[in-house]
């Protein structure tokens, strides 16, 4: 490793060309593709439109660089995260603007605490450290547990949070000694490509490259022979067919895919202070998350008040461009999911479902607007309650007793994470521990941290990330004996 530490500002200028990252280095393509602004569907900018040669020179580098990364201490590699995060937060505030334009969420509010989560989170990750783990050390013989390096990770990022889910993977990929080839998906790939320049001014050459275009070059990554992991962030469908390619040499995988989860209020929960919270659990990022509450069951007890004062709530809402302070909920990130939501609209209008607030698409605006939809108490076989919309329409589904929301909940092919809300605590953790999700919160929703697992169960996701078993599966488990 022949690169150094500095101390000199590590600032990107924001307006001149975007490039790829290989090697060190910025390269220019013969070719670019057009990245929109959701709120306009007008051009944003030219992105690189890395060719399958690109990807080749990137892996190439992140291969010949890992022998030099992976000898490095522990503690030094912890220091050139360290130093990354600090000129990500040097750049804070143009990504946070960048975010707003190539993603579509509101900058004074989501955009903002995404950055901000993500600088946060490559700071933290840098103190963390997978110790070795005695197993045995007698007068004759020692069994140690090391954690060693992969080698060269592949790494997909989606759209919906391009910069959190992109900086979840590199800091502790790196971190375990590991070196990076990154693709980011081509609706969102400028802050990525703004945050691999700047770890060129952190890094040594080749530890972490970013590749722009099309999906050719997800299906070149996964299929490479010196790619030794895969940590795909995206679609249930799309990671099926990771896993069936990655394993044409064995790749580790970690899957973080789709969800439906539900969200349960039990006839004794204090409902009305949890209104805004649940709605949104539901629509933030205009429900374009994973783990956003895309079923809310409500006992029938209290479901009437409570559709009623969430109606009212999301009247409240404005849905618009995310530069305007005054919005609370920006546009559709692409036209893709645009159109998918138009169709999943169209049959809750064809199956005659009540739709007390929203539920028409005005297709004459500009941009990608879809406005807060509530669908009330469609059937259990509908598709806005079987299928993940992933947008910012949500059904509330009438319940009676407690086996009943059970089965209901877990009647899915996903399990990701859910939420359980009710005052008798125990009960509502009774109710939490018999959900089939690899996340469940009791009175309270989308609690992250550094050190707490997050992954899914049936398909939601294989493997997890963050906590000490998310710096694991970036790592083998090596056993040495010693005998004394």
């Known amino acids: 490793m022949t690169a150094t530490l500095t101390d000199a500002p590590l600032t990107i200028d924001f307006a001149g060309p975007y490039a790829l990252t290989i090697d060190g280095k910025l390269v220019e393509t013969n070719k670019s593709f057009d990245v929109l602004n959701p709120a306009t569907n007008q051009v944003l ?8 040669e690109h990807m080749e020179a990137a892996i190439a580098a992140a291969k010949a660089a890992f022998p030099g990364w992976s000898a490095l201490p522990w503690a030094e590699r912890g ?10 937060e040097a750049n804070k505030d143009e990504l946070i603007t960048l975010l707003t334009l190539e993603q579509g969420k509101p900058r004074h509010s989501m955009a903002t605490s995404e950055v901000e989560a993500a600088i946060y989170w490559v700071r933290e990750v840098a103190k963390r450290e997978l110790p070795v783990e005695v197993i045995e050390d007698t007068d004759d013989h020692v069994v140690e547990v090391h954690h060693t390096p992969l080698g060269v990770v592949g790494a997909i990022t989606p759209w919906n949070f391009p910069v959190l889910l992109g900086l979840w993977k590199i800091a502790p990929c790196l971190l375990t000694g590991n070196t990076m080839v990154m ?3 081509p609706y969102t790939p400028l802050c990525t490509l703004r945050f691999g320049e700047i770890a060129q001014r952190v890094f040594p050459a080749g530890v972490l490259n970013i590749v722009s275009g099309g999906n050719d ?10 790619i030794a ?3 795909f962030t995206g679609s249930t469908s799309t990671g099926k067919k990771v896993m069936a390619s990655g394993a044409s040499n064995l790749k580790r995988i970690t899957l973080e895919l789709g969800g439906n989860d539900a969200a349960i209020v039990l006839a004794d929960a204090d409902w009305e202070p949890l209104i805004p919270t649940l709605f949104w659990a539901a629509f933030g990022n205009s429900g374009q998350w994973c783990i956003a509450s895309k079923r809310l069951y409500v006992h029938r007890s209290i479901h009437a008040a409570f559709v009623a004062a969430f109606v009212e709530y999301g009247r409240q809402q404005t849905v618009g ?7 609370d909920l920006g546009p559709i990130q692409n036209r893709m999911q645009y159109d998918k939501l138009k169709d999943l609209f169209a049959d809750v209008k064809a199956n005659g479902y009540t739709v007390p607030l929203g539920g028409t698409i005005d297709e004459s605006l500009a941009g990608n607007f879809v406005p807060v939809t509530i669908v009330d108490n469609p059937p259990e076989t509908s598709r806005i309650v079987k299928e993940e919309p992933f947008g910012p329409i949500l059904p509330i589904i009438a319940f009676d007793d407690v086996e009943e929301v059970i089965a209901k909940a877990n009647d899915t ?5 859910g939420s359980v809300w009710g005052r008798d605590r125990d009960a509502a953790i009774a109710v939490a521990k018999r959900l089939e999700t690899g996340t469940v919160w009791v009175n309270e929703i989308h609690i992250h941290g550094i050190d707490i697992p997050f992954g899914g169960h049936k398909q939601s996701g294989l493997g997890v990330e963050n906590g000490s078993e998310g710096l694991a599966e970036f790592t083998n ?7 004394k």
């Open 413 to 417: 092919p996903f399990g990701l994470a």
């Open 183 to 185: 693709k980011p998906s």
């Open 477 to 483: 488990t090596k056993t040495y004996m010693f005998r």
């Open 321 to 327: 461009d995310g530069m305007d302070p005054a919005t």
């Open 217 to 226: 070059l997800g299906a070149q990554m996964t299929e490479h022979p010196d």
């Open 229 to 231: 992991k895969i940590s």
């Open 45 to 52: 900018a030219q992105a690189p439109e890395g060719t399958a």
């Open 79 to 88: 220091a050139y995260v360290t130093a990354y995060a600090d000129a990500l």
